[in-house]
């Protein structure tokens, strides 16, 4: 148990300093853009993923699998 409060007493203050040199923000700012830059990667890819879908017309593929 004092393990615990030593390590949340620690990692309360690097946490504090870390809000007060703005560090915090500045990786807040990173996620939102590569989340943002992800979801638009992710919209492109289903937009040239909505061609049509070609099949095979060789008999025999596109039999259902044995249970």
Same mark, same amino acid.
């Given at each position: 148990? =004092? #393990?615990?409060?030593?390590? $949340? *007493? =620690? *990692?309360?203050? @690097?946490? +504090? +300093?870390?809000?007060?040199? $703005? +560090?915090?923000t500045?990786?807040? !700012?990173?996620?939102?853009? #590569?989340? !943002?830059?992800?979801? *638009? !990667?992710? *919209?492109?890819?289903?937009d040239?993923?909505?061609?049509? @879908? ?7 593929? !596109? #039999?259902?699998?044995?249970?």
């Amino acid at each position: 148990m =004092i #393990r615990t409060l030593i390590f $949340g *007493a =620690i *990692a309360g203050y @690097v946490g +504090k +300093k870390l809000y007060d040199d $703005g +560090k915090l923000t500045e990786f807040k !700012n990173d996620l939102v853009t #590569r989340y !943002n830059d992800a979801k *638009a !990667n992710l *919209a492109d890819q289903s937009d040239s993923l909505s061609t049509p @879908v070609v099949t095979s017309t060789t008999p025999g593929l !596109n #039999r259902p699998l044995p249970n």
